[in-house]
Nanobody, 115 residues
Framework: QVQLVESGGGLVQPGGSLRLSCAASGTIVSAYNMGWYHQAPGKQRELVATITGGGSTNYASSVKGRFTISRDNAKNTLYLQMNSLKPEDTAVYVC?????????WGQGTQVTVSS
């Protein structure tokens, strides 16, 4: 059974940083395209950043220059380094792993940016 488990969320002040992790088990995700999404209360889930199996990255315009997506295939883990956090970044952050045939989602980790 494939599982994606996020961690690293929490409460941080504006301007602060957090590093999210998404640990995969039950399959080797090195060939998967992976991504981070966020969902704020009352809003639809939105793309934050993606990374291909080859390491190419893509970012939402709202996070470009502040967030960095990366992966460690040896650890079967996806990361999201979030710097210069803003209150509008507050959301549940969810990771996914996908191929042309299947998509897996984690349960999410809460990120709250507030003073």
């Amino acid at each position: 059974q494939v599982q994606l488990v996020e961690s690293g969320g929490g409460l941080v002040q504006p301007g602060g940083s957090l590093r999210l992790s998404c640990a995969a088990s039950g399959t080797i995700v090195s060939a998967y395209n992976m991504g981070w999404y966020h969902q704020a209360p009352g809003k639809q889930r939105e793309l934050v950043a993606t990374i291909t199996g080859g390491g190419s990255t893509n970012y939402a315009s709202s996070v470009k220059g502040r967030f960095t997506i990366s992966r460690d295939n040896a650890k079967n883990t996806l990361y999201l380094q979030m710097n210069s956090l803003k209150p509008e970044d507050t959301a549940v952050y969810v990771c996914n792993a996908r191929t042309a045939y299947v998509t897996y989602w984690g349960q999410g980790t809460q990120v709250t940016v507030s003073s």
